[in-house]
C-alpha cells in the first residue's frame, strides 16, 4: 500500500491567517482526496484532487477557502485560508491505491484555530 | 447517493470479551465495504475490506462479512486488548464516485 505524509502534523494558528498543508504519496496516484474531521466528527470530503485538473469541491466547499494544488501524481497541497476557530479540524489527506475505491489516509494535520 | 449507518458509540468492555459493531448500508449495486480504524492522535488505517457479497474481510483477529440480504458488514472481534481501543469506522465509495462516504464512527474503550 502508498506510504503517505502529511506536514505540518500538528499546528496552532491566529484567526485571519492561512496554513498549507502539504500530503506526499512515495508513489504515483492518480486520485488524491482531502478530508475534514471535526472534533468528536466522522470525516467530510472536502475535495478531489487529480493531477492536471482543477480540484473538484463538495457542496459546501470553495476554493477561495480552500486552495488545493496538485503539481504532480505524488504530492498535493491544501490551504485553509483566512482561518476562523471554526476551521479548527485534523485535515486528512488520502490516496486511492491500484486497487479501485481503496484508500489509504495520512497521519492527519491538526489543527487548532485562537 | 450511498449511505452507511453505524451503531453509536461508545462501547465499553472488558479484556477479552467479544465485540461487535454494526453497520448497515443503502448503496447502489454492491460497492466494496470498508473498515477503518483510528487509534488515538493518528490518522486512518484500513482494517478490513471486502469487494462483493458473501465476502468476509479479516486482519488482526477482526472480521466482517458482507451480507447483501441484511444490507450489514457488522465488524466483529473473539477476543479484544487494550490496544484494540480506537475509532472504528464503516465505509463504501459514494454513489458514483471514488471518494468515500463513512459512518459517524464508534469509540471502542477495552478496559484491563
Not at chain 1, 79 to 96: A, G, K, Q, R, W
Request: proline share 5%; hydrophobic share 30%; with cysteine.
Amino acid at each position: 500500500s502508498a506510504v503517505i505524509s502529511q506536514k505540518p502534523s500538528r499546528d496552532i494558528c491566529q484567526r485571519g491567517t492561512s496554513l498549507t498543508i502539504q500530503c506526499q504519496v512515495d508513489s504515483q496516484v492518480t486520485m488524491m482526496f482531502w478530508y475534514r474531521q471535526q472534533p468528536g466528527q466522522s470525516l467530510t470530503l472536502i475535495a478531489t484532487a487529480n493531477q492536471g485538473s482543477e480540484a473538484t469541491y463538495e457542496s459546501g466547499f470553495v476554493i477561495d477557502k480552500f486552495p488545493i494544488s496538485r503539481p504532480n501524481l505524488t504530492f498535493s497541497t491544501l490551504t485553509v485560508s483566512n482561518m476562523s476557530p471554526e476551521d479548527s479540524s485534523i485535515y486528512l489527506c488520502s490516496v486511492e491505491d491500484t486497487t479501485p475505491d481503496t484508500q489509504y489516509f495520512g497521519p492527519g494535520t491538526r489543527l487548532t484555530v485562537l | 447517493g450511498n449511505s452507511v449507518t453505524q451503531m453509536e458509540g461508545p462501547v465499553t468492555l472488558s479484556e477479552e470479551a467479544f465485540l461487535t459493531i454494526n453497520c448497515t448500508y443503502t448503496a447502489t449495486g454492491y460497492p466494496s465495504l470498508f473498515w477503518y480504524v483510528q487509534y488515538p492522535g493518528e490518522g486512518l488505517q484500513l482494517l478490513l475490506k471486502a469487494t462483493k457479497a458473501d465476502d468476509k474481510g479479516s486482519n488482526k483477529g477482526f472480521e466482517a462479512t458482507y451480507r447483501k440480504e441484511t444490507t450489514s458488514f457488522h465488524l466483529e472481534k473473539g477476543s479484544v486488548q487494550v490496544s484494540d481501543s480506537a475509532v472504528y469506522f464503516c465505509a463504501l465509495p459514494d454513489t458514483g464516485r471514488r471518494a468515500l462516504t463513512f459512518g459517524s464512527g464508534t469509540r471502542l474503550q477495552v478496559q484491563p
